[in-house]
């Protein structure tokens, strides 16, 4: 089945469009955006190099022939996707690209794509952990500061991170093309259930598309970042010796 990508980019910009009028609509959302940016440019950058830096490992040089082992934003920023992850809280940066047929032979083609895959949203994992951990510092060392305006600013920035590492990390695992977690789910799939999925990959861009135009993925994905979230605060606070912050 052929999908018109003409279509799917209207239907996104019809999304942003919407983001966008939210924006300027709602009080404090402006402010929101402005603290996030710092947050999309580390989640993206780093969610790329994780899966240059795995391709990289496992005997495949694609990546660093395109300069993607690096930390530079530029390198790794995809327009649209930054734009949408902007305004609509979910997007992708510039994919990497790799060969499977220069992956080292120690373990299976569909075992090595799904590490490859499965490293961006680990790193971004990693992140909100780090982070988490740092904003709990700040508490923990620095109260004066963290009651300062500046300390508020930068604990709301350190959330932003957290938030947005966590959204981009769970929401690749979904477990349908074009995200991580198909690439994932397929290492574990018998031959012919791999093949047929490759097959129809078409098909579940069509309904991942769906899902994710009426809604229903942010109803499933957004509980499932809060609860991460809720959980990851009360850990790193109780690491510090703190109440929930």
């Known amino acids: 089945m052929y999908i018109d990508r003409r279509l799917i980019f209207l239907i996104i910009a019809l999304m942003l469009f919407s983001s966008l009028m939210s924006l300027f609509s709602q009080e404090g959302a402006l402010l929101s955006f402005v603290l996030s940016i710092p947050g999309i440019l580390i989640a993206i950058t780093f969610h790329e190099f994780a899966h240059a830096f795995a391709a990289d490992k496992l005997g495949d040089d694609t990546p660093r022939r395109q300069g993607r082992l690096n930390l530079n934003p530029f390198t790794h920023l995809d327009l649209f996707g930054t734009i949408m992850l902007v305004f609509a809280r979910f997007g992708w940066g510039k994919p990497v690209e790799i060969n499977p047929r220069n992956f080292n032979r120690d373990i299976s083609l569909s ?57 981009l990390g769970i929401f690749n695992l979904i477990p349908l093309p074009p995200l991580d977690g198909s690439k994932i789910l397929n290492a574990f799939l018998p031959y012919n259930a791999r093949n047929w999925m490759d097959a129809h990959s078409q098909i579940f861009e069509i309904v991942f598309i769906a899902l994710w135009i009426v809604g229903i993925l942010g109803m499933i994905i957004n509980p499932l970042i809060n609860l991460a979230y809720s959980g990851l605060a009360h850990l790193c606070a109780s690491i510090f010796g703190l109440t929930v912050i």
């Open 111 to 167: 075992k090595a794509e799904a590490i490859v895959a499965a490293a961006g949203p680990i790193m971004n994992l990693i992140l909100a952990l780090v982070f988490e951990l740092i904003a709990c510092a700040v508490v923990r060392f620095a109260p004066a500061f963290y009651a300062s305006t500046a300390g508020m600013v930068t604990y709301a920035i350190l959330t932003s991170i957290v938030t947005i590492n966590l959204g």
